[in-house]
Structures are given as structure tokens and as C-alpha cells.
T-cell receptor, first 114, second 112 residues
Framework: DTGVSQDPRHKITKRGQNVTFRCDPI?????LYWYRQTLGQGPEFLTY????????KSRLLSDRFSAERPKGSFSTLEIQRTEQGDSAMYLC????????????FGSGTRLTVV | GESVGLHLPTLSVQEGDNSIINCAYS??????FIWYKQESGKGPQFIID?????DKRQGQRVTVLLNKTVKHLSLQIAATQPGDSAVYFC???????????FGTGTSLTVIP
């Protein structure tokens, strides 16, 4: 296991289209997090899962956003009816429930809405 | 909401010098802090962490200092190298292991 994997690395989509991103966490990590990062800013929390349960969602996660982690392993983040303001880097992180608290981030998916 | 900020958006240092990056936070309930390094096109990379019951922690060439009285965090990098050039973020949480609040970031440039 080489870390947190995100796919795709880059996505260009037309406004109004739906997009889906995938995150594969470190295999033994129970917790999985989604963040969004715009240029020049720090990451902003969107949501997190403990195993398959989605335990917390940010106000930033509008109705057009949905995240799933059906089997407690990989997760998907879907954005429906994309808007130009959705253009950002979408970062996934994972961590152990116990022990090491610090997150391990993936390299992110860069979304550009045109 | 939370407020985590950095005093300086950019910092340039000569190779071999020590670097100090500062961060202020506003939530007195914050109990866990992390410094991250982010290189262009990559996700944030964990550097060092510190809990609120400590005021100093050292790693390899890095030291984090926490002053809870003034809600201030700093990252010291010894003998800065060109590979240290990146954006550095502090992040804090008040409920350890859940969502973190990140500052804007400080861009460190190491001059050879």
C-alpha cells in the first residue's frame, strides 16, 4: 500500500455536467475525509466517514454534493450540475481511528469547470 | 467558524539558514495541531504534530512550539534546504481526529 490514491488526477467538465471522484484510503485506516482546496487557500473540510458511516458534513457540502463509502473502503464524491465555483482541488485523506491521529492526504483531483 | 491564520504569506531564506513559520489560531478549545508541507500539484504532507498538553515537540530538523496563552504556533526548520521550498499550513482541531481547520499557508522559498 503506497498511500491514499485519488482518481482522476485532473478533470475538466462543462458547467451543468455531473462528475464523480474516487478515493482509495490506506487499507487499515477506518476514517476517510474529503476536503476542498481553492488556489492560495488552505483545505476546507467537506465531510468524513468512519468505516461506512458518514458522520459529519460541512455547510460547504451543498445538496449538489454527495459522498459515499459503501463498504467502508474506497469512497466516491459526486458533484451534480457543476458550477464554475466548484473548480478546486478535491483532497481525500485517511487516518486510523485509534493511535496515529494525523491525516495522510492523497494528491487530489483537480476539477476545472468551464 | 474557526479562524486559523498565518502572519506572513511568503518567506524567503538562504540555504542553510533556519526558518520560522508562524501561525495564530482563535479557538481556545483546540487540542491538537499539525503542520503540513504542500508542494505544487501534491496533497499536504504531514510534518509534525503537537497536542495541547505540550509546548514543544522536535522532529528531524523541525521543531513545533505551541503557546496556548497567546494561541500561537510556530514551525522551525533547521538548516533549510532547497527541498524545503513549499507552502506550509498549520491545522488545528478541537475534537481530535475529526475535521481540521487550515490556515491560508506560508510560501517558503529557499535561495541557494
Amino acid at each position: 500500500d503506497t498511500g491514499v490514491s485519488q482518481d482522476p488526477r485532473h478533470k475538466i467538465t462543462k458547467r451543468g455536467q455531473n462528475v464523480t471522484f474516487r478515493c482509495d484510503p490506506i487499507s487499515e485506516h477506518n476514517r476517510l475525509y474529503w476536503y476542498r482546496q481553492t488556489l492560495g487557500q488552505g483545505p476546507e473540510f467537506l465531510t468524513y466517514f468512519q468505516n461506512e458511516a458518514q458522520l459529519e458534513k460541512s455547510r460547504l457540502l451543498s445538496d449538489r454534493f454527495s459522498a459515499e463509502r459503501p463498504k467502508g473502503s474506497f469512497s466516491t464524491l459526486e458533484i451534480q450540475r457543476t458550477e464554475q465555483g466548484d473548480s478546486a482541488m478535491y483532497l481525500c485523506a485517511s487516518s486510523l481511528l485509534q493511535g496515529t491521529i494525523g491525516y495522510t492526504f492523497g494528491s487530489g483531483t483537480r476539477l476545472t469547470v468551464v | 467558524g474557526e479562524s486559523v491564520g498565518l502572519h506572513l504569506p511568503t518567506l524567503s531564506v538562504q540555504e542553510g539558514d533556519n526558518s520560522i513559520i508562524n501561525c495564530a489560531y482563535s479557538n481556545s478549545a483546540s487540542d491538537y495541531f499539525i503542520w503540513y508541507k504542500q508542494e505544487s500539484g501534491k496533497g499536504p504532507q504531514f510534518i509534525i504534530d503537537i497536542r495541547s498538553n505540550m509546548d514543544k515537540r522536535q522532529g528531524q530538523r523541525v521543531t513545533v512550539l505551541l503557546n496556548k496563552t497567546v494561541k500561537h504556533l510556530s514551525l522551525q526548520i533547521a538548516a533549510t534546504q532547497p527541498g524545503d521550498s513549499a507552502v506550509y499550513f498549520c491545522a488545528e482541531t478541537a475534537n481530535t481526529g475529526n475535521q481540521f481547520y487550515f490556515g491560508t499557508g506560508t510560501s517558503l522559498t529557499v535561495i541557494p
